[in-house]
């Protein structure tokens, strides 16, 4: 077993509105930031994890997201391993 | 008498007033700690409001493991009444057991104040003893109240009749289609962000919620659907 890093990145799905996205884009629009089109923001997760290989800690992840990390609803995730 | 076990998670804040509701329609409601995994039995099962485990990850998201959890999920499957209040309805979202998702409120804030509903379906164990169109005045409080579903759901949600309760002179949290509650295709699952338990009496500013579980307690809503009839720890179809 080795240790891993893993980085999860989990986003609310294009489609639906992100208020949060919306008021900083806002924000930084009135501090003179012009060029800013939209803004979306979401939520990075860091675990450490021991597992056999990067492949083996990507795919735990993955389930992690699927059963409780992400909201396949509402939220869209990507997962990247490195090592610990 | 029905049995109505309340389940409370660490967080939850309104079972005390969802016992006293229900225990005032007549009900024989008690609570369960979410550590149980033994509901006693219950007719019906409800899921109050508050903010299980601090809201963390999503509203919901965590509480839908807790150990109490496959109970509810068995006496749900089972054809058996459960209500989802608040952050109860977010966790039947977060459990599978209502479709769709509840989101920040399109404009951030919290919000805390009475809103207005249109009873749109009377064919649940929640609604009999409302009128179709019925308007009623009951107060939200909540952060993530913005019920989404994606659009063929939705469609599916209208053309079925499942959703319950519709916001009417304004929308407070940008849900989809105005939703403010609604139920699984069965019909015995249902969720409502307001709260119906906070209007019980005119000591608390109106009794339009009291009949939520005043039409739980009459409990004949869903006998054209299934009858269930609880055997030991199990729910039975009869």
Known sequence: MTAYRV????????ALLDPQGQAVA????????????????????VLDL????????????????????ANPVTEDFDVAVRTG | MRRVAVVVFPGS????????AARAAGSDAYPVWHRETDLRQPDVVILPGGFSYGDYLRSGAIARFSPVMPAVNAHARAGGAVLGICNGFQTLCEAGLLPGALMRNARLRFLSRPVWVRVEATDTPFTTL??????????????DGRFVTDPRTAAELEAQGQVVWRYVRDNPNGSTNDIAGICNAGRNVVGIMPHPERRTAPALG???????????????ATQHAVDVRAVGDHHLRV
């Open chain 1, 50 to 69: 021991d597992a056999a290989s990067s492949e083996a800690a990507a795919a735990q992840a993955r389930v992690m997201c699927d059963r409780l990390l």
């Open chain 1, 7 to 14: 980085e999860i990145r989990v986003m609310p799905r294009a």
């Open chain 2, 13 to 20: 804040n309104c079972d005390t007033d969802t016992l006293a």
């Open chain 2, 130 to 143: 409302y009128e179709p169109g019925e308007v009623l005045e009951i107060p939200i409080a909540h952060g």
């Open chain 1, 26 to 45: 806002h924000a930084l629009q009135a501090l003179g930031f012009k060029d800013v089109a939209r803004v979306r923001v979401g939520k990075h997760l």
């Open chain 2, 206 to 220: 109106g009794d339009d919620g009291a009949r939520v579980f005043q039409s739980m307690e009459a409990g004949n």
